[in-house]
Structures are given as structure tokens and as C-alpha cells.
């Protein structure tokens, strides 16, 4: 989240164990796409100098790690691009400057996969001290050159001084699905300026829990998430819009703008998560109601939704308009329930199995808006025609952008949201769709 990030001053570390040798193991989950950002910088003062180590996410995409003292003494740059904003990545770097050859001195690993091909690759010389392992002042989200900072989410970062470790000491491949999944680290020997933040103390988030009580200090509006390499929520994706040059996104992307120019400029956006089955609900709220705002579910074809002018006209879209009307294909504008607008919380209730799709204001239901949806795939949506409707969403994080949440509701089956869920219905994350959907 921008101006946020974890900090611990070179006073506050010792003397390294092995500058020569050492690990950093992360999950990071990214919402800002073409801009560069930093995951992590060392650097000789909170100031910045002439020495610095970084992680950075670049405007391509692509991931770039770096120890510079008076020149770049290792750099990689990877040929591979990270873009799926709906998922988490495991990053792992490995260094060990006393390995004979120069090419496993530094091991950059993706989702426990070892990344051989650089489009940048500058290996470093025999026992190099690296920076990294410095000792230096560390930040976690934020590098002070530029003030680049990271939009997205970092869970479970870890540092060993002294040892370089593979993946399996952070992560494993799940038997069932294949996928690579954390795994709580044991056995490892930390070192001296070893920490591992596992951001699960919202009162703490750089609480270090690797026992060398090598804490960081939070700066700006960090919060804890819900959402984990565990657990993936939904957002919506910057990828994947009709008419994505008059849409933008903050917040994580669960807050969405339409600054469409007229009459007739409709444009859409949809969850990064769909379902089949199940009992599904979550939230909005209305920040700027804008001209002609709609909040339902999609259905259609991601071909239909890239290609049509108005998706929300086509009967594979089912909607609450601000004005309190209700729209489909041939039902564009039937009454239904009250208006809303900035400050109303909209809920969205679909139950596939029976076929309905309710919807409340601020917690009162206005009814049953439609019948018959079943039978297909389902998204949550959002659209817009002309001026400027501005919304926050909230999947079952707990928060409305950057705002919490005013009193949680009751049923929230381990979510949070404003007000009490219908009996039955779950957030819409992966671990609900696999276990519910």
C-alpha cells in the first residue's frame, strides 16, 4: 500500500554472522501493475547512499535484484514477468559468494522453481561481502531513492544471516492440488541479524517471531489482510476490464473508478475470482454514485465482455442500479428497490443452487432481484456509464479501501464485513470456493 512499509535502522542490528552467505524468503501479492516498485531496499541510511541492496518489481513487470557498492557487484534481471494480480508469489533468493562457480553464488527461486533465465545476469566474484548482509538499514516495501514503494501485500518475510537455504525451507508443493503453498519455517538457524515477519499481530505487523527479536517499525497506513498466500480473496484485476482506459483502480484494487466520457461510455469490471456453485456475498460502497452505476454479477464469456460496448445490457448480467432500478437483458430498468448513493453499503447475496440473486442497503434486503441463475460461471461486477462512479469493495477483508469497517456483522463464517451475512453465504475467497463453490 502506498507510504507504507517496515523499517529497522543500522543501529539497531549487530555485526553480521557471514556477509558472504545469507537468505530472504517472502510472499508477495502485487495490485499496482507497469510501475516500477520496491519490495525491499538496504541501503547505508534511512537517507539513502552510496551502497544499497534492492528487490524491485520493475515498470515491465519484471523482478530485479542488486548488491551495489560503487558498482553493481550482482544483478539479475528476469526475463519472466509477474502480472497475475490474483495471486501470490513466493520469492526466494539464496547467496553463498564462497561457491566455486560464479553462477550458483546467487539462486533466485519463483514459487519454489529456481529462475535460470536473466535478461540481465551479473554474477558476483569469489567471497564477495555482500551489502545485503550488511547489517545496513533495512526496508521492507519502500526503498529511499526515488520513494518508490510497493502496491500490493508482503506476508511472511524472512531473513537468515549466515546460511544460504533452499524453497523447502519456507514452502512446499500441496500433494493434492500442486500447487506451491507456505509451510511454517523449522529448524533454521536464524543468525544474528536473522528475523522472520509473519504480519499476523495487526497490533505488531514487524513483530519478529524468528527469536532474535530483531523487530521493524511500521511507517504509514499498513493494515493486516485477510487475504493470504493461503487464502486468496477476491479484488478486481487491472487485466481484465471492458474499456480499461477510463477505469482505475486503488486500494488493493477493491476500490474501482469509471471516468467514462459521456453518454454511451459505459465500461465493466469483474472479481478476479469466479464460482459455479455455492452461496456467495459481499459488499460495496458507494463513494461517488456517478451517472448510472451498477452492481450485480457477470456471467458471460470473457469474449462478450471484452468485445460489447455495454456489457451490462447483455442478459448474462444481473445489476442494482443507483436509481433503485434493477437490469438485465430486456429488464434495463424495472423498478426494484431504494436509490443509493456516496456512503450507502450495498450487499450482493447470489445462491446458485437457487438460482437467486438478493441484494441490501445497508443491511436491509430489498428482495429478491432475480431468479433462474444457476447455470453458469459467475463473477462480481461493477459498471458505470458517463460521469464518474467511484466504489470500495469489500470481499471479506474487513475494510472499505483503507477505511475499517465500522462494526462488524454476525455470520461472517471467519470474514469480516458491515453488516450481518445471510445464513449460509460465504466470503468469496479460494478457500470458500473449494470448500463451498
Not at 218 to 247: E, H, I, M, Y
Not at 360 to 382: C, D, E, I, P, R
Not at 387 to 415: D, H, R, V
Request: charged share 15%.
Amino acid at each position: 500500500m502506498a507510504n507504507t512499509y517496515l523499517s529497522r535502522t543500522e543501529a539497531d542490528f549487530g555485526t553480521a554472522t557471514n556477509r558472504k552467505k545469507c537468505t530472504i524468503s517472502f510472499w508477495v501479492k502485487r495490485s499496482l501493475l507497469t510501475s516500477q516498485q520496491a519490495v525491499m531496499g538496504v541501503e547505508t541510511t534511512p537517507a539513502g547512499g552510496t551502497s544499497e541492496a534492492r528487490f524491485i518489481l520493475k515498470g515491465d513487470d519484471k523482478l530485479e535484484i542488486y548488491d551495489y557498492q560503487s558498482g553493481y557487484k550482482f544483478r539479475y534481471i528476469t526475463t519472466r514477468v509477474l502480472r497475475d494480480v490474483n495471486a501470490w508469489y513466493h520469492i526466494v533468493v539464496a547467496v553463498d559468494t564462497t561457491q566455486g562457480t560464479a553462477s550458483n553464488r546467487v539462486k533466485l527461486y519463483i514459487n519454489g522453481v529456481q529462475e535460470t533465465s536473466f535478461s540481465t545476469e551479473s554474477d558476483p566474484t569469489l567471497d564477495l561481502d555482500t551489502f545485503l548482509n550488511s547489517g545496513s538499514y533495512v526496508q521492507i516495501g519502500r526503498q529511499s531513492t526515488g520513494n518508490s514503494y510497493l502496491e500490493g501485500c508482503i506476508n511472511n518475510y524472512a531473513f537468515v544471516d549466515g546460511t544460504a537455504l533452499t524453497p523447502t525451507s519456507f514452502g512446499e508443493t500441496d500433494s493434492a492440488s500442486g500447487i506451491w503453498k507456505f509451510k511454517t519455517p523449522s529448524g533454521v538457524t536464524w543468525g544474528t541479524n536473522g528475523f522472520h515477519l509473519k504480519m499476523d499481530n495487526s497490533a505488531n505487523l514487524g513483530l519478529d517471531s524468528s527469536g532474535e527479536t530483531n523487530n521493524f517499525t511500521l511507517s504509514g497506513n499498513g493494515r493486516q489482510a485477510k487475504d493470504t498466500p493461503t487464502n486468496v480473496f477476491a479484488t478486481f484485476n487491472p487485466l481484465d476490464v471492458n474499456k480499461g482506459t477510463v477505469t482505475t483502480f486503488s486500494n488493493g484494487n477493491t476500490t474501482v473508478m469509471h471516468n467514462a466520457g459521456g453518454s454511451g461510455s459505459t465500461t465493466a469490471s469483474r472479481s478476479t475470482l469466479a464460482y459455479s456453485a455455492g452461496k456467495f456475498y459481499w459488499e460495496t460502497k458507494c463513494i461517488a454514485s456517478g451517472g448510472d452505476v451498477r452492481t450485480g454479477i457477470i456471467s458471460m464469456s470473457s469474449t462478450d465482455y471484452n468485445t460489447q460496448t455495454n456489457p451490462f445490457t447483455l442478459n448474462e448480467c444481473y445489476n442494482y442500479k443507483s436509481n433503485g432500478d434493477k437490469g438485465s437483458w430486456g429488464d434495463a430498468n424495472s423498478a426494484y428497490g431504494a436509490t443509493y448513493t456516496a456512503g450507502d453499503i450495498i450487499g450482493i447475496a447470489h445462491d446458485v443452487s437457487a438460482g437467486t440473486l438478493i441484494f441490501y442497503k445497508n443491511g436491509v434486503s430489498q428482495g429478491t432481484a432475480f431468479t433462474g441463475l444457476s447455470t453458469s460461471l459467475f463473477w462480481g461486477a461493477f459498471s458505470s456509464e458517463y460521469n464518474q462512479g467511484k466504489y470500495s469493495y469489500n470481499f471479506g477483508n474487513g475494510y472499505f479501501g483503507t477505511t475499517a469497517i465500522t462494526s462488524a456483522g454476525s455470520n461472517g463464517n471467519g470474514s469480516l464485513f458491515e453488516y450481518d451475512v445471510p445464513s449460509g453465504y460465504y466470503a468469496l475467497n479460494t478457500k470458500n470456493i473449494n470448500t463451498y463453490g
